[in-house]
């Protein structure tokens, strides 16, 4: 059976492992994600069986997301399923337990974005509810 809880510090390592997973490019680490996992407007959900994780979801609070009227919103920071238990719906699990959460939090409306190329994210999104509110290619210049 699959369950789904909020990770809390001591996931630390387990989380940092599937951020890693990812987000193989990101500099994150272990202080850093304990750091997070400290936050109140931060939360991370672990999707286990037999107390192995198999996949998590991030969560913020923030005070815009494109598409969502003026004030707090959620925001999906990003959802990952190890290879081997993809498409065994445990995405939607996680998704509903980031969306339980913001509702307890008084927030109704969640945002998330994924890259123009990632045609299995905007499939992903579209399955499960979220309409496109538009489309940017973000640039960055040094200094």
């Not at 913001?102 to 994210?121: E, I, K, Q, T």
Request: aromatic share 10%; glycine share 10%.
């Amino acid at each position: 059976m699959i369950t789904v809880r909020r990770a809390t510090v001591a996931d630390t390592l387990v989380v940092y492992d599937l951020q890693c997973r990812l987000w193989p490019d990101d500099n994150s680490n272990e202080d850093g994600v304990a750091a997070l996992l400290a936050r109140d407007d931060f939360s991370v959900f672990l999707a286990e069986r037999d107390g192995v994780a198999l996949g998590l979801a991030e969560a913020t609070l923030q005070h815009y997301v494109d598409g969502a009227p003026d004030g707090l919103s959620g925001f999906l920071q990003g959802i990952f399923v190890t290879g081997y238990d993809r498409r065994a719906g445990i995405s939607k699990l996680l998704l509903v337990a980031v969306e339980d959460w913001l509702r307890a939090c008084g927030v109704g409306y969640l945002g998330s974005d994924s890259d123009l190329d990632n045609s299995p994210g905007a499939a992903w999104h579209e399955a499960t509810g979220f309409i496109e509110v538009g489309r940017t290619i973000n640039y960055a210049k040094r200094l």
